[in-house]
């Protein structure tokens, strides 16, 4: 709208709404995510933006199904998880919801082209979680690809909006933000071991009994994310330059963290949650800035000496 001189511009009410979702979305990631949200920091503010109205969704539907309120049954969250989804499916067609997450994410969603053919995947492992405790290989990939894979497909569409031949681009970055979201979730299964099983009784992690971890199956589900993060990092230079600092710090971050979880034995991740501190997180993000973005030469791991073995992938 005109700036008229000495008179307050006035924001149209339904901006002011979006402004609002957008402030909403931005506090989730704040809250939940400092690894995240560390690495969204160094994104463009539009870009920014999107990924943390993506991020919020991803959040609000994990919290529903990991964390119920005392008072919650399973048909409770069920329902629940239905209601989010229906909200979502509704707000990607009319670009508006009274939740405000869910008009936040739709507002990215139908700029971007984020659909349901992204969408649907990712509600289906989140409701996979309120019924299913142990998986088999099939069932891992497939959760796997809609509870982590789909969601860096989702920020691969925030990357590359606006870009030049952005189809093309896509077609030859989805495997590595595949991968890269893979790594992510595998990383988590293994940080997580002790409350996934003890707390939620879920065994995710396809070949180690929580009750007899072996550390050489510790060893190859750490084989396997290594391979997941060697091939993100060789798509990291591939992507648009505004994103490319964010990206190679998560993967970083990540990929510290699988150091961290090498020096511990799958008895030890069981009882205590392995972290990177605050001050090495900064470290990690001051080293990716000052790459630009580019992977480190560590980070590109000799792959020869685990290709061929019987690691899960």
Known sequence: MMHIP???????????????????????????????????????????????????????????????RPEQGLVDRSNELDQLEEQTSVALVTGSSSNLVVHAFAQTARRVGIDLDLVGPFFDSMRSDLTQVQHDFDSLATYIYGSAEVVGLMCLRAFLDGEAKAAARYDHLEPGARRLGAAFQKINFLRDFGEDS????????????????????????????????????????????????????AHDLFAELTARLRESSAAQARRSRVRVPNAGKARIAAAAVARRGMPRATTRRDVSRIHGRNTYA
Request: some cysteine; hydrophobic content about 45%; glycine content about 6%.
């Open 6 to 68: 000495g008179h307050t511009e006035v924001v149209p009410p339904h901006r002011r709404y979006d402004e609002v979702a957008e402030a909403s979305a931005a506090l989730v990631i704040k809250s939940y995510s400092s690894s995240f949200g560390l690495a969204s920091r160094l994104l463009p503010p539009r870009i920014r933006r999107d990924v943390q109205n993506i991020y919020a969704l991803v959040r609000v539907a994990d919290e529903i199904v990991d964390a119920p």
């Open 198 to 249: 003890d707390g939620l009784g879920r065994r995710y992690l396809v070949g180690l009994d929580p009750d007899d971890p072996a550390d050489a199956a510790w060893s190859l589900w750490l084989d396997d994310i290594d391979l997941d993060l060697t091939a993100a990092a060789a798509a990291i230079p591939d992507l648009p330059v505004g994103s490319r600092v964010a990206v190679c710090t």
